[in-house]
């Protein structure tokens, strides 16, 4: 894992709810560069700070979500500013819009406002996670060429939260 700058580095206060903690993984940026594949090379130049879910009650990791520290209007078109997933099991349990929430709070930290969320419309249960954390659907756009190099979908909708 790269060293975190203090000056970024996010308060503990910011990385919890009652139910889950977000425990960094790694921050990606320029000295990671060869950890990524050609395809991904554009996201070097933006610090990257990717984290496991975990649920407090028992520690157990149920997913993962990740926030782009930048405001590039390349990698924010192609990506947004952040991603995420849970795990099969621990899906529809609301642990999606928890840690979504979380980062917005990252976001407002970082001032990444608005923070992008682009997600593949046929993807209804990351939509309706993004929804009840709060983020606005703004438009269904076509995705870029680095986006679809990195295997999204044709078409992406793009969800924005002010914090």
């Not at 139910?19 to 993984?25: N, S, T």
């Not at 703004?138 to 995705?143: G, I, L, T």
């Amino acid at each position: 894992m790269s060293d975190l700058n203090d000056s970024l580095a996010p308060p503990p206060a910011l990385l919890s709810d009652s139910v889950i903690e977000l425990r960094i993984i790694r921050v990606m940026g320029p000295d990671n560069a060869a950890a990524r594949p050609a395809n991904e090379q554009f996201l070097t130049r933006v610090p990257e700070y990717r984290f496991a879910i975990h649920r407090r009650s028992d520690g157990l990791r149920v997913g993962r979500i990740h926030i782009r520290v930048t405001s590039d209007e390349s990698i924010v078109r192609s990506l947004g500013h952040s991603g995420y997933a849970v795990d099969e099991p621990h899906r529809w349990k609301g642990y999606a819009s928890r840690a979504i929430r979380l980062i917005i709070g990252l976001a407002r930290f970082w001032n990444v406002l608005p923070l992008w969320v682009l997600i593949e419309p046929e993807n209804l249960a990351s939509r309706r996670a993004a929804e009840r954390a709060g983020m606005v659907l703004v438009d269904v756009v076509d995705s870029t060429a680095d986006a679809l190099a990195l295997g999204v979908g044709s078409k992406v909708c793009r969800y924005r939260s002010e914090g």
